[in-house]
Structures are given as structure tokens and as C-alpha cells.
């Protein structure tokens, strides 16, 4: 069984802040997600990254693959509070039938402090 | 765009209770879905996931059970609940390489 360790579990920072979380895995994956889940609702899919070594920008959030494709980062700079949430991070892992699923870590709880 | 309906939002049940949740899907068609649990805001766990209509693969033995009785509907039921199947609930469509996912229902076993 394929897993994705995720650290730190738990983050409490201030506004203004920068912050790295990580995904890590001893498996090679084809490709990572990173979602963002808000208290109540389902993660939405904020990045897929496919290639080893990609980095990826969105606005202040920047993820980056690893070249072995086994772990992925998420740099968040200058952190605000609506930047507070839970992040997961999801690796692509075959089925016997074929499919693929998704295997997701237990998450990265983020909560910046005004 | 795919949709994904997902209810009841909340749900408290006594033990020993049936359960029954449904998910249903939009714009798309012959979706993989996917039912996952999670646990006090933490990681997802895979519970079942379904290729096509009848097709179900378990990934945890449990006390629950799946069904797709239609390409865009996915069930998760249950003949008698425990405390232990409290949690959030998540209906998923995965496509290639992204998940969308229904709005959860919250289920409360007492």
C-alpha cells in the first residue's frame, strides 16, 4: 500500500508569515495533488503536478515535485488568515481493474493568526 | 463542468440504525467514483471506489457497504451502524489526475 506521510500535522503561525509543508512518500507516484479543505466542505483540487522537479506557482502559494517523484513541497509566502485550512496532498495509485485511485495523506492543518 | 450532489449534510443515527447516504453526478459520464471517510478534519480513508454501474471494490473491510445502481449514482449504506462509523463522508468523481468532491454529509452515531 502506497502512503503519503504529510508534516507537520499541525501549524500555527502569524499573518505575514512563511510557511513550507511537506509530502512524502517512499513510492513513486505519476503524479501529486495538493487540495485545500475548509471546515464542513470537501478538499478542492488546488495543483496537480505530473513531471519530476516541476515547480508550480499560484499567486503566493509555490509547489514543487520532487525529481524522484516519491515527495512534493507547498512554500506558502506571506501567509494570510484565509490562507487557514487543511492541506492534503494525493498521489495517483493503480487498481487491479486498471483505474486509478487517489491515496491521500493525513494533512497539514494550517491556521494563521491575524 | 462535473457536479457533484451529495446528501444528507448532516445526520445523526442511533446505533444499530440502517444508513443510507447517495451521491449523484453531473456532467459527465461512466465517472469513477469514489467514497471516502475522514476522520476529526484529518486525512482521507478510501472506503470504496466504482468504475461502472454494479462494479464496487472495497478497500476497508467494515460495516458498511457501496452500490451503483445508475452510471451517475453512487450509495453508501449500512444494515446496522456503530459508533465507530461516526465521521465525515465524501462522495468523489476522479477524473485524470483530479478529484472533485460533494459536499460531505457529517454522521453522528449515538
Known amino acids: 500500500t502506497q502512503l503519503l506521510e504529510q508534516s507537520p500535522q499541525f501549524l500555527s503561525i502569524q499573518e505575514g508569515e512563511n510557511l513550507t509543508v511537506y509530502c512524502n512518500s517512499s513510492s513513486v507516484f505519476s503524479s501529486l495533488q495538493w487540495y485545500r479543505q475548509e471546515p464542513g466542505e470537501g478538499p478542492v483540487l488546488l495543483v496537480t503536478v505530473v513531471t519530476g522537479g516541476e515547480v508550480k506557482k499560484l499567486k503566493r502559494l509555490t509547489f514543487q515535485f520532487g525529481d524522484a517523484r516519491k515527495d512534493s513541497s507547498l512554500h506558502i509566502t506571506a501567509a494570510q488568515p484565509g490562507d487557514t485550512g487543511l492541506y492534503l496532498c494525493?498521489?495517483?495509485?493503480?487498481?487491479?481493474?486498471?483505474?486509478?485511485?487517489?491515496?491521500f495523506g493525513k494533512g497539514t492543518k494550517l491556521t494563521v493568526n491575524p | 463542468s462535473q457536479t457533484i450532489h451529495q446528501w444528507p449534510a448532516t445526520l445523526v443515527q442511533p446505533v444499530g440504525s440502517p444508513l443510507s447516504l447517495e451521491c449523484t453526478v453531473e456532467?459527465?459520464?461512466?465517472?469513477?467514483l469514489y467514497w471516502y471517510r475522514q476522520a476529526a478534519g484529518r486525512g482521507l480513508q478510501l472506503l470504496f471506489y466504482?468504475?461502472?454501474?454494479?462494479?464496487i471494490s472495497s478497500e476497508v473491510p467494515q460495516n458498511l457497504s457501496a452500490s451503483r445502481p445508475q452510471d451517475r449514482q453512487f450509495i453508501l449504506s449500512s444494515k446496522k451502524l456503530l459508533l465507530s462509523d461516526s465521521g465525515f463522508y465524501l462522495c468523489?468523481?476522479?477524473?485524470?489526475?483530479?478529484?472533485?468532491f460533494g459536499q460531505g454529509t457529517r454522521l453522528t452515531v449515538v
Open positions: 466504482s468504475v461502472g454501474i454494479g462494479q
Open positions: 456532467g459527465t459520464s461512466n465517472p469513477n
Open positions: 468523489a468523481w476522479i477524473g485524470r489526475r483530479e478529484a472533485f
Open positions: 494525493a498521489g495517483d495509485s493503480p487498481t487491479q481493474g486498471g483505474s486509478e485511485k487517489l491515496v
